[in-house]
């Protein structure tokens, strides 16, 4: 395992509700991190093919532009496996470096027609590693995505160390980050549409919380990424240039930050991190290890799978 790791944060945009522009672009980027001896990139919160900022703008009553806007996030969402992870999978084996996805997953394991906030893992052998659904969508996000279980709360051991990542507000839940603090966690990452400063204060308490480096990648998306002819553009005030800035940063285990925020533009953000600071952090403070308590406290976590048809014999 190497102690000295090099991450680049894919603060970029996506080629809104395009999946076949959007996975190019994150070859491109692929390659690039891998170009300048990165080890790990991590895109955005539901990167491919775009988060589905309209849940926030579109009164719910507007079924029809509700039903249109669906339809088309679903026919640009991924499978798992695809031919889209096919792409990412060899792009990562060519540029030698993990890769973290935020992307729209169908549930191809039944109808097929409802989606899933998904983080991919892949090595850089281009194998994928695994994938995480959201547990729970926020807000208005309820009207699109569908819940996650514990069957994909988990902490993948590579070559770096041991990665885990949780999506947006779910690091807001302190029994989900206590899942990635007790499997050992050393890196945390939280792709996300949230791009306030209390959000970021709550990240660098977490990496503080859980003695791990916690990087936050987030999508800079201008109003004019928005193609003219979807149809919730106009439910923004004209004033609006920006639907999101960014912020994304690394954060150590001291809770520092290392590297951004950045605002407003696209950028692949690089920071250097070394994991003996793990240790050194945790020497007063093991909040799953010698801070635990597990006379006092009990912990559990459902990893079975909550299929929606089971097969009886």
Request: hydrophobic residues 45%; contains cysteine.
């Given at each position: 395992m190497?102690?000295?790791?090099?991450?680049?944060?894919?603060?970029?945009a996506p080629i809104y509700l395009n999946i076949e522009l959007t996975v190019e672009k994150a070859v491109e980027k692929i390659k690039e991190a891998g170009e300048n001896k990165a080890d790990l990139i991590v895109f955005p919160e539901?990167?491919?093919?775009?988060y589905p900022d309209w849940v926030w703008v579109v009164p719910n009553y507007k079924s029809a532009v509700h039903n249109e806007l669906y339809s088309k996030l679903l026919d640009n969402a991924i499978s798992i496996p695809d031919k889209y992870t096919e792409i990412l999978c060899n792009a990562a084996k060519e540029a030698g470096i993990h890769v973290i996805m935020g992307v729209q997953e169908r549930n191809s394991e039944a109808s097929n027609s409802s989606l899933f906030n998904t983080l991919i893992f892949i090595d850089n052998k281009g194998e994928i590693l695994g994938k995480h659904r959201k547990l729970i969508p926020t807000?208005?996000?309820?009207?699109?995505?569908?819940?996650?279980?514990?069957?994909t709360l988990q902490v993948f051991d590579t070559s770096l160390g041991k990665i885990g990542g949780l999506i947006c507000w779910e690091n807001y839940m302190p029994l989900a980050r206590n899942a990635m603090y007790a499997a050992g966690a050393q890196i945390l990452v939280t792709p996300t549409w949230d791009k306030s400063e209390k959000w970021l204060q709550s990240l660098q308490h977490i990496a503080r919380e859980g003695g791990l480096f916690v990087v936050n990648c987030?999508?800079?998306?201008?109003k004019a990424d928005i193609p003219d002819d979807l149809n919730f553009?106009?439910?923004y005030l004209d004033e609006r240039e920006w639907i999101n800035t960014g912020n994304s940063c690394v954060i150590n285990p001291k809770g520092d930050i290392i590297a951004g925020p950045i605002k407003e533009k696209e950028e692949i953000l690089y920071a250097d991190i070394d994991l003996k600071q793990i240790s050194s952090s945790k020497r007063l403070f093991d909040v799953t290890g010698h801070y635990s308590r597990?006379?006092?406290?009990k912990f559990g976590v459902n990893r079975k799978p909550n299929k929606n048809v089971e097969s009886i014999e």
């Open positions: 190497s102690e000295l790791i090099k991450i680049a944060v894919a603060q970029i539901a990167f491919i093919p775009g807000g208005g996000e309820r009207l699109v995505w569908a819940q996650g279980d514990g069957s987030c999508t800079p998306l201008n553009k106009e439910f597990p006379d006092v406290f």
